[in-house]
């Protein structure tokens, strides 16, 4: 993984010192909390309901069992023993004083990790699929790419205040793991005659206005890369609405000016800044590209694995996937434990995965947009031991995509912007499907709390949206959306729910599912077949 040189640490410590000397202007009242909002929101500092929260970066979801330790301390120390792992592979903590921030950047700061960018008007974390380096299907590791772009984006001096926040994905598989469609910019690693670029695709997100991007330019080299994004910022950033934060975001620009014309610009462009130089030399991504490059894998790792024992077979047909090498797999720890909360890990069980990652992969763990942690590189020899201390610290839950693997927003428990509370109806939607996840297959549910969609629920197989309604939390139901490969916007039902009754809808959806499917077809496939109207006859009729 990418490790920090001087310039990189020096910029790191120069914004913990920085920002101390803010809030130490803020806490004497020198600034008022309009003149230190937008500070704070630079270094990831939000002000939710109850108390401040910390949003950490995890750059493309890669950190070690150093980094992960640290994450465990802070838990410990500053908030109340847990943090919230994010859709955007960051992780949050919601109980933090004032006064402790600048203390906890310095931590993180001692293991090359800080929270610069994950808030305001700027291109966010950069997100990468949570296999890369350890998928078969990969065309090359994306993560070299990712670094890159979180190079030049760092502090970039155009792109510090854009008309809306911006987020890049970067993936190098046809499987899109990490909803690369559903990006400002989603980046996909290709080769062409012999040589490796990317297809570029621009105007995804999700929010009040859903759209999936569009292709842009289905191939730039790697030698024309940042001149190329650069290109299709500039042009959002010039044509952008800073007069209308619900119209600011690029997809909104392209489908006002539609995909054609904003190419057009973009290439009009790229031909000015190619000529500014700034495409770093071959060099630097090589020198990049070696700090990821696959560890010591034995070669005589055995490839058998012992099944003898049935509840570690179903952890192990759920939540681990292939790897490249022969004798290793890729374990998916699933922090969906029934009746938990989604995405939630208390500082035990973060020191416990600390742990497995230096002793099981290699000192590599990553964080996934849906939620859950990865260990990227498990000799298969070692499955059964990771299982069994994953199971004892609660962390074995085999559900990977499946019901009760649902992704969730803070929602109104912790969020001010948020209309109802997505985690108590996640606790009582896996709790009701529990007995039936296996029965129903591979389903993914998403909740968001209010309409910015920080739960995804546009993506969702089954979707799921809390609105006020006359000061009255309310549920508004939505099937047929994908994240991945097969991208899709899900589809409003009707007229929304209580909690209980969004659950019991949820029932009725997928009796519906279980009588209509046909051998071997998912959820969503089964809803592609028959269409929309047979499902809301079953919630509504």
Partial sequence: MYRYDQYDQAIVDARVDEFRDQVERRLSGQLSEDQFKPLRLMNGLYLQLHAYMLRVAIPYGTLDSRQMRMLAGIARDYDRGYGHFTTRQNLQFNWIKLAD????????????????????????????????????????DPRPWAELIRQWSTFHPEFSYLPRKFKFAVIAAEEDRAAMRLHDIGIRLVTRD?????????????????MISHLVRDFVGSDDLMSYLEACLRVYNRYGRRDNIYKARIKILLH???????????EEEFLLVKQLGIDPPRAELERITAMFAPPAFDPAAPDAVDRSDPDFAVWLDQNVAAHKQPGYAIVNVSLKPIGGIPGDADADQIALLADLGAAYSFDELRVTHAQNIVLPHVAKRDLYAVWRRLTKAGLAEPNLDLITDIIACPGLDYCSLANARSIPLAQKIATRFADRQRELGELKLKISGCINACGHHHAGHIGILGVDKKGTENYQL?????????VSLAKITGPGFSEDGVVDAIERVTDRYLATREPGERFLDTYRRVGFEPFKDAIYG
């Fill in 256 to 266: 006002e000016i539609g995909a054609d014309e904003y190419r057009r610009q973009v």
């Fill in 478 to 486: 939505s099937l047929g959306g994908s994240g991945a490969q097969d």
């Fill in 194 to 210: 012999g040589e490796l670029g990317a297809s570029i695709y621009v105007g995804g997100g999700m929010g009040r206005t859903p």
């Fill in 101 to 140: 921030t600048p203390d906890i950047l310095a931590r993180l700061a001692t293991v090359q990790m800080h929270a610069i960018q994950t808030s305001g008007n700027c291109i966010r974390n950069i997100s990468a699929d949570q296999y890369a380096g350890a998928a078969a299907d990969e065309v090359a």
